[in-house]
C-alpha cells in the first residue's frame, strides 16, 4: 500500500498523503523525477523523504519509489475533482433533504469498479463519496478500497449511523479518506428522531460519532439548521465542541433535484445567513458530479443534461464543459436582469428554485434591492 501519491493537479504537480488534507506543491522536475524511478527500483529521493517527514511525520526511506508512491499518469481530461451518488437510498426520511424520492437503484459491484477507473481515467483525484447513505451501500466497502488503490483522495458524506460498524470502521481506517463528514440534525432524541422520522436515530448517530472519534477519524460535522431543530443550535454547538469535532452550518435548504418544493418547507428564515455573491465555478471543467447510475453531470444540482459514462467511457466527457456553459447561461426567469451580477446563486440552482415556485428572497436579489429586475 502506497504512502504518498505524486500527480499532476491542475496546471501544477503535488505530493499528498491519503487520510490527510496537507500537500507538497511540486516542481514539474521533480514530478518527472520521481515517474522515471519509479520502474527503476531506486530508493524515494532524499529531497522526497525529508519533506515528507516534515510535513507528515513519516519516515518513507529507504523504501523503492515504486513501493512508497502512488505515480499518477497525466490526464488526457482536466476534471480533477468530482462527486459520486453510490447510491441515493437513505436508512433516514429527511423533511429537508434535496433527493426528494430515494431509491435503491444504481450499478451493480462491476460497474462501480469501472466507472471508478473511469474517474481515474478522467483525471479525478480528489473524490467525494456520498448519497443517499453512502454507508448503507453494499459496495461502498469494496469501492473506498478501489479509490484508495487508484491513488484517489476520498471524502466521504454520511449521516453517521453505520460508523459503528466494523466493517465500515475497518474499511475507513485502512483506506483513510481525507475527511468524513457527518452530518447532524439535533442534540436531543426528540428533535433528532422526529426530524430524521426515524426512531432511534441519535442514539444510532451519537454511537457513530464516538466510534468515531476513538478510530482517530477526520471527522467533520454538518451542522443542519432547520425551523423544526433550531432551538437546539447552541447545543448541536456544544456537541461537536465536546467531541473535539469542527464543525459548519448550512441554513439554506435547496429544492429538490427534481424542482420540487416539499424541502423547503423545513427552513427557518430567522437563521438564515447571508450568501456571498456567486462569482462563477469550475463545475463541468475541472469538476463533475457522477449520479448511481453512472451519469455525469456539471454537479448535483445542474443535472438536465447527463452523459452516460456507463455508456460512452471516459471520452464522453469531451462534451461536459460545453454543457456547462450552456446550463450557466442566464436564460428563462433570468433574462434581462439588472441585478444578475449580484445573484449568490447559480442559473442552474436558480432554475431549480423557479421550478418549486420558491419565494423570491430565497434565491433573488429583488426583494432586497427593490428593483423589479
Known amino acids: 500500500m502506497h504512502d504518498l501519491i505524486a500527480s499532476p493537479f491542475l496546471n501544477s504537480f503535488v505530493v499528498l498523503r491519503p487520510g490527510r488534507l496537507e500537500g507538497i506543491a511540486l516542481p514539474e522536475r521533480r514530478f518527472r523525477e520521481l515517474a522515471q524511478s519509479h520502474g ?6 532524499l529531497w522526497l ?17 515504486s513501493h512508497a508512491v502512488h505515480i499518477r499518469d497525466a490526464p488526457v481530461y482536466g476534471h480533477s475533482r468530482a462527486s459520486w451518488e453510490i447510491n441515493l437510498g437513505c ?8 433527493l426528494g424520492e430515494k431509491r435503491f437503484a444504481g450499478l451493480d459491484a462491476e460497474g462501480k469498479q469501472r466507472l471508478l477507473l473511469i474517474l481515474r481515467d478522467a483525471g479525478v483525484l480528489w473524490l467525494q463519496i456520498t ?4 454507508l448503507i451501500n453494499p459496495h461502498f466497502a469494496a469501492s473506498c478500497r478501489l479509490a484508495h488503490d487508484l491513488g484517489m483522495m476520498v471524502e466521504v458524506l454520511t449521516n453517521g449511523t453505520r460508523l459503528t460498524s466494523p466493517t465500515i470502521l475497518e474499511s475507513l481506517t485502512t483506506s483513510r479518506p481525507y475527511r468524513v463528514t457527518v452530518s447532524l440534525y439535533g442534540a436531543t432524541a426528540e428533535t433528532y428522531d422526529s426530524f430524521t422520522r426515524r426512531r432511534g436515530a441519535f442514539r444510532r448517530v451519537t454511537r457513530g460519532l464516538a466510534a468515531g472519534v476513538e478510530a482517530g477519524l477526520p471527522l467533520r460535522l454538518a451542522l443542519i439548521v432547520t425551523a423544526q431543530n433550531a ?8 456537541m461537536a465542541d465536546e467531541l473535539g469535532i469542527p464543525y459548519k452550518e448550512y441554513t439554506h435548504m435547496s429544492p429538490t433535484i427534481y424542482g420540487g418544493a416539499e424541502s423547503l418547507a423545513s427552513q427557518s428564515p430567522a437563521h438564515l445567513k447571508a450568501l ?24 448535483k ?7 452516460d459514462l456507463m455508456a460512452e467511457g471516459v471520452e464522453g466527457l469531451v462534451r461536459l464543459g460545453a454543457i456547462a456553459d450552456r446550463l450557466m447561461l442566464r436564460t428563462g426567469g433570468c433574462s434581462g436582469c439588472r441585478l ?10 436558480a432554475k431549480r428554485y423557479q421550478e418549486a415556485k420558491a419565494p423570491l428572497n430565497t434565491y433573488c436579489q429583488h426583494e432586497q434591492k427593490g428593483d423589479s429586475g
Open 40 to 45: 527503476s527500483g531506486l530508493a524515494v529521493p
Open 49 to 65: 523523504t525529508d519533506a515528507a517527514r516534515s510535513r507528515w511525520g513519516i519516515d518513507v526511506a529507504p523504501r523503492p519509489v
Open 91 to 98: 436508512d433516514l426520511d429527511c423533511e429537508h433533504c434535496y
Open 131 to 134: 448519497g443517499g447513505e453512502a
Open 231 to 238: 432551538h437546539e443550535n447552541d447545543r448541536m454547538r456544544g
Open 276 to 299: 456571498e455573491r456567486f462569482t462563477g465555478c469550475n463545475a463541468g471543467h475541472t469538476f463533475l458530479h457522477v449520479d448511481p447510475h453512472g451519469r455525469a453531470s456539471m454537479c
Open 301 to 307: 444540482v445542474g443535472r438536465d443534461e447527463q452523459i
Open 340 to 349: 444578475s451580477g449580484l445573484c449568490s446563486v447559480c442559473r442552474p440552482l
